[in-house]
């Protein structure tokens, strides 16, 4: 390679590492504001704001949905999965998707009660799929802890 | 094949709009990334054999 | 080596040489993606959630995978313009853009169209869907520019200053359903791991993909040679050409 070439792929490879790392220190900086939402453990450790719109994420635990018989009203509990977890009331339509022992991203406010108010429940689905007679055959609920426990 | 008629394919158990809707922008889509192309190549065409035209056109009338 | 990358350099050479690629490739693509279709949505299973949203899958996934490849090959010709200073790879660069861009519409689209049923949303600000947003803006902005510099008569030099730098996009869109909470779920493929879905899944979505990557070369290489057309009109092999059918 002539020397003004290498001088010129210097001046790129350059280029390329100095935005690279601006942009990871501002990405590292910004690493709160990225999240869609508060875990069930930033939620309970007082690291999300109570009483201001926000997102709340995790998996809809096991057994935990009661439905009112009177109107409705669905309380359940989110968890991370690491043994946290928050208790959520929501009055509406749920999404299809919304199951238990699947991610849910639900909107609201945290109550100073510790209760979170849902206004919105958003169905999270993982990276699995299959057929339904596979998933009638293997009967098993997959194990999706990953996705909750990345606290920053 | 997965659907019994014509109708349940459509449908989709409520779900047809979402999936057909979806296909249909992509084939427009990608129709379009396919036509630019063409149009531009039959019109660059057309434009560099009316300059060559004209090119000759000049040429006789210069002799 | 080099030899014959300055040869294929050359406008005239790669005009020679390209000839019946946009027509070969194109037909090809066209026969995958024909295939996938059919196979994606009368063959393959509905999933045991989503049902038959799932097949949005076929046309959404490798319209994201293509629409980031075209921004690394866009990225890559503009490399090679600014340092070896071949003007051929800045009309690849040029011809990509607009490909890319609107791949990149088309996987905003589709997948909002696959949200709605299966998370209850159209779009969310979480960090894999508006990482991909700057990607769409990015090649418009590259577009919007090399518009203002052929008005002037430049070069595309500061386009491609601006696509290296946009680079920097692909991995934070690639990773950042690892990195941060999104509503978007990680990926399925992975290098290491097996797919995360039966062969009736991806083998129809491979059948896509191929068939995306065939129809970007198809309809790139078709534009790049517009583009060699367009400026050396005045040669004579290019006036051969136009009379030529």
């Known amino acids: 390679m002539k020397p003004h070439r290498r001088q010129r792929l210097a001046v790129i490879l350059f280029l390329l590492i100095t935005v690279g790392s601006g942009v990871t220190f501002m990405l590292i900086a910004l690493n709160e504001n990225i999240n869609l939402f508060y875990s069930a453990e930033q939620i309970l450790t007082g690291a999300a704001p109570k009483n201001k719109t926000i997102k709340a994420g995790g998996m809809v635990l096991e057994g935990s949905v ?87 | 094949m997965i659907f019994e008629n014509l109708e349940d394919f459509f449908w989709m158990e409520g779900l047809g709009p979402f999936v057909l809707g979806a296909y249909f922008i992509t084939f427009v889509v990608l129709g379009i990334n396919l036509f630019f192309p063409m149009i531009r190549e ?22 | 080596m080099l030899g014959w990358f300055h040869r294929l350099g050359s406008p005239k050479t790669f005009f020679g040489m390209s000839q019946s690629w946009p027509k070969t490739f194109g037909l090809l693509s066209l026969v995958l993606l024909a ?19 799932v097949r949005i899958m076929y046309v959404h996934v490798p319209a994201a995978a293509v629409a980031q490849s075209c921004y690394l090959i866009m990225a890559i ?21 607009p490909i890319g861009a609107s791949l990149a519409f088309l996987v905003l689209i589709t997948g909002a169209i696959w949200g709605k049923p299966t998370w209850g949303t159209w779009w969310v600000w979480d960090a894999r869907l508006t990482s991909t947003l700057v990607l769409l803006l990015l090649y418009l902005g590259i577009i919007a520019l090399r518009n203002a510099l052929e008005e002037k008569g430049n070069d595309g030099r ?14 934070i869109i690639k990773y950042s359903v690892d990195w941060w909470f999104t509503l978007h779920q990680p990926a399925s493929f992975t290098l290491t791991e097996k797919p995360k879905m039966p062969p009736e899944m991806w083998i129809p979505l491979l059948l896509m993909a191929a068939g995306y990557y065939l129809f970007v070369f198809s309809v790139w290489t078709s534009r790049i040679r517009n583009e060699i057309i367009s400026r050396e009109r005045k040669t004579a092999w290019a006036k051969a050409w136009a009379g030529s059918q």
């Open chain 1, 66 to 152: 009661e439905r009112s018989p009177h109107n409705l009203e669905v309380r359940f509990l989110i968890s991370d999965m690491q043994g946290h977890s928050v208790p959520i009331i929501y009055t509406g339509i749920l999404p299809d998707l919304f199951r238990e022992g699947q991610g849910v991203v639900t909107e609201g406010m945290l109550e100073d009660s510790g209760n979170f108010r849902a206004s919105r429940v958003l169905a999270k689905h993982d990276e699995n799929y299959m057929p339904p007679e596979l998933a009638d055959m293997l009967n098993e609920k997959h194990v999706q802890n990953k996705s909750w426990s990345k606290i920053p």
């Open chain 2, 42 to 63: 039959k019109r660059l065409r057309f434009e560099l054999r009316n300059e060559n035209y004209e090119l000759r056109s000049d040429a006789r009338f210069e002799e």
């Open chain 3, 35 to 53: 295939l996938g279709t059919v196979w994606g949505l009368l063959f393959a299973p509905p999933d045991y959630q989503q049902g038959h949203s």
């Open chain 3, 77 to 97: 010709s503009s490399a090679v313009f600014l340092i070896w200073n071949i003007k051929l790879a800045d009309w690849a660069a040029k011809s990509m853009a």
């Open chain 3, 158 to 171: 500061p386009c491609a200053v601006l696509a290296l730098v946009g680079l920097v996009n692909l991995p």
